[in-house]
């Protein structure tokens, strides 16, 4: 019974993470697989994906966020100071290694990352115009509850 009452709790755990990822924008370093504790996402193309447990930015970091353009669909996101410092250290260290970008709990895309950046980020993916806005006045909500 005890080794039953632990499965039921670490699956637990695990739907709790994905639950949680479900609103807003996050960045997480791609990393090998079989990495203890990463997350199996698949992208649009079937291909698998194993993400870091520790988000490098989640939607509590998010300043801002704003439609850029409709055609292709864009979001600016502007980043809080601690959010900036985060991303900065981050992609600092990851220069020629993947980063995941997920909204709303679907991975966009896994870009290789060219340089150090912190201030903002353009995500274009392969997201309805309707969905862009409901990320944009969620983390407009957010900020104005």
């Known amino acids: 019974m005890k080794?039953?009452?632990?499965?039921?709790?670490?699956?637990?755990a695990i739907l709790q993470i994905s639950a949680a990822e479900t609103q807003g924008l996050y960045l997480r370093a791609v990393v090998d697989?079989?990495?203890?504790?990463?997350?199996?996402?698949?992208?649009?193309?079937?291909?698998?994906?194993?993400?870091?447990?520790?988000?490098?930015?989640?939607?509590?970091?998010?300043?801002?966020?704003?439609?850029?353009s409709d055609d292709p669909v864009s979001i600016s996101f502007t980043f809080k100071s601690s959010g900036q410092?985060?991303?900065?250290?981050a992609t600092r260290s990851m220069i020629g290694k993947k980063l995941a970008i997920i909204v709303d709990g679907k991975l966009l895309s896994t870009p290789v990352v060219q340089a150090e950046f912190s201030t903002g980020a353009d995500v274009t993916g392969n997201f309805t115009l309707e969905a862009a806005e409901s990320v944009v006045k969620r983390v407009k909500a957010r900020k104005n509850p």
């Open 3 to 12: 080794t039953l009452l632990c499965l039921v709790l670490t699956f637990g």
């Open 33 to 68: 697989e079989g990495t203890e504790g990463a997350i199996q996402m698949d992208d649009d193309d079937g291909q698998t994906v194993y993400l870091s447990s520790a988000a490098i930015i989640t939607p509590d970091d998010v300043e801002s966020a704003e439609l850029k």
């Open 85 to 89: 410092t985060k991303l900065g250290k």
